[in-house]
């Protein structure tokens, strides 16, 4: 069981048993079924199925509420049962070269059975998805395509990367391990410091374990990485002390593929005629 101790660990308490309440719901009323969105509040419709680039995250939740059962217990064998269940259709998906997304499927998955199990089947099924997805990988330019097309590349997927680290650390197989560890444009989020951080998040409170946040968003917003205006704690901060922040548009982007125009950030009184103006 999960046992917290905090106010916020009663509230994530009742979260979780929640979670469980309708994942239950789910499986049981929708057998075989991985949930991808919502239309009109309900997770069967006949929208667009995409990639099923989401089929790991029920099972992963399954694996999670089997792990913080109590051992040998109705409840635990139930999770157990629905894990194996909700993870074995997904072994196929390892060779599935439609998705990038090979991480989120079987990191949460196949990862979690084999942590449990140690089972050489499992870590079979992980190295293989993890070369898979390293297959993606541009020699020119060693950056992982995010579709098989030179001009698109990994963004807001990186946390699938984990499973190329996996394949290369299980097998030794050091072409892989150089995507993890030497290609510049997989490391440039990994080997931030807070040195690397400048304006307000160099000084934040949050800094060394924060990092200034989207890097995205800074480097789209700023022109480089380590100062992120786009923070709740920062607004509330500014705001304790009866400022704002403002974005300024300086330069245009000119066009090209990944470009971005760059922003300046205006500090200001966030009270009376400004406050009044923006509402
Ligand atoms: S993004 Fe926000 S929390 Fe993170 S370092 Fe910057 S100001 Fe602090």
């Not at 072994?91 to 449990?116: A, I, N």
Request: charged letters at 25%.
């Amino acid at each position: 069981m999960i046992h917290l101790s905090s106010d916020t660990g009663d509230l994530f308490e009742q979260s979780y048993h929640f979670a469980q309440k309708q994942v239950r719901k789910l499986v049981e009323k929708h057998a075989g079924f991985y949930p991808l969105y919502t239309q009109n509040g309900k997770w069967t419709h006949e929208g667009p199925d995409w990639t099923h680039w989401c089929d790991g995250f029920l099972p992963g939740m399954m694996w999670i509420f089997y792990k913080h059962s109590p051992p040998d217990t109705p409840e635990a064998n139930y999770w157990l049962e629905h894990a194996v269940r909700y993870t074995t259709p997904l072994e196929p998906r390892k060779h599935d070269h439609d998705v990038h997304d090979h991480g989120f499927l079987f990191l949460s998955s196949y990862y979690r059975w084999w942590r449990l199990t140690g089972d050489p089947a499992h870590r079979d099924v992980l190295i293989e998805a993890g070369k898979t997805l390293a297959q993606r990988f541009k020699e020119k330019g060693q950056y992982l395509r995010s579709f098989v097309a030179d001009n698109s590349l990994f963004i807001d997927i990186m946390m699938n990367i984990g499973i190329v680290f996996f394949a290369a650390r299980e097998t030794g197989d050091r072409r892989l391990r150089d995507i993890w560890e030497n290609a510049e444009p997989m490391a440039f989020n990994r080997r931030r410091t807070v040195e690397d951080l400048w304006g307000y998040c160099r000084t934040c409170y949050y800094a060394e374990t924060c990092l200034a946040g989207c890097t995205w968003t800074a480097h789209a917003l700023m022109g480089r990485a380590g100062n992120n205006p786009m923070c709740h704690h920062r607004a509330l901060d500014f705001d304790a002390r009866g400022l704002r922040e403002r974005l300024v548009k300086v330069k245009d982007a000119e066009g090209r593929s990944f470009d971005h125009g760059e922003f300046e950030i205006i500090v200001e009184a966030a009270v009376g005629e400004a406050a009044m103006a923006d509402g």
